[in-house]
């Protein structure tokens, strides 16, 4: 536990120091110094931390900050002419106090290049990004991704369905794989992903192979894969109901939807000659339907079942189950459908 709260420090030192930075987002682009400086080179042996992206006439930056020598980095994705598409300038500034009052503005003193390589590759697609080394505890896990960022899920299990999510959650901080194998966090912790401690838990995907095995798993019921034909089920049904073709279309619908197992159909049309005027929607289990998409609110691991969420509310407005037939976790009950009386929701 401990572990992990130091990670969040460092992740909270780390957006402060962002938000500060943001002050002045476009004092680097504005300056052709950075152009006039071009073939300049000075030797600097410290650490990168990222800050964030920025942009400037069309052109893209990873800001990074030098503690040492207390200055900001410009790595520019979409370089001005005569500059490489990698170079990495340190930039200073100094404030300015306009003549005409107001307050003070920064302008840039210096910009040069330097031979020091950033911690985060921004050269990795987003579709190529994943979790190179996955900590966990028992107050949530960390991801260091291959791009070189950190991310943090506080009170996050490490299923598959966390760390995918937590590819596209803003980078906290960043990391450098050091030749012993162990990995500098930020510039100055050193995390030890080889050490097993108790309490304090390391998954390691050195291969592409060995993540899509972990993010893939045909039994974890976290990931969007698995939840994909049980959201499609029921937002596709609220929108079949909004179009307002009638009883007869809607249950057509239902019948011949791909997303749900046969059983789940048969059972559906019991109780259609069972109860020929239902009093409420057996797909929903209610008389009202929500606006808007139905969200997971939990599920069990156990027995499959699933409980949703509407967007305006916490509290599960839908039950459901789910069957892993041929790869594929379909919806085998949903609201009365195939759902006992005592899995119910009772309103």
Known sequence: MKRLHRHLLYFLILSLAACQDQK????????????????????????????????????????????????????????????????????????????????????????????????????????????SYLFFANGGTIGYLNDGTVVGCPRCEPSAGNAEKMLSDLAMGTYQVLKDGSLLVNGEQIERPEIKEE??????????????????DIDDLSTARNQQYLLQFVNGYLRQLNRNKGLEADRSWVLSNTNVTDSFKYQYRQLLVRTPQLEADPILDAQDYPDGQLTIHSYSEEDHYFWLKAQDSDDPVLVARLKLEQGKWLVDGCGTVNVPAEKRLHR
Not at 201 to 216: G, L, N, Q, S, Y
Request: glycine share 10%; hydrophobic share 35%.
């Open 199 to 216: 309490g304090n838990e390391w998954m390691i995907f050195d291969t592409k192979e060995k993540w899509d095995a972990f993010i893939h």
């Open 24 to 131: 002045s987002p476009g004092a680097a682009g504005s300056n052709d110094s950075v152009t006039a400086r071009k073939a300049t080179t000075a030797p600097v042996s410290d650490t990168l931390q990222y800050i964030g992206t920025g942009q400037h006439n069309n052109r893209s930056s990873h800001s990074f900050i030098n503690r040492k020598l207390d200055t900001i980095i410009i790595r520019w994705g979409n370089p001005y002419p005569g500059l490489g598409p990698k170079a990495v300038f340190r930039c200073t500034w100094v404030g300015i106090q306009p003549a005409s009052g107001g307050g003070a503005v920064n302008e840039m003193k210096s910009c040069e290049a330097l031979n020091l390589p950033p911690f985060v590759n921004p050269d990795i697609k987003p579709a190529d990004r994943r979790i």
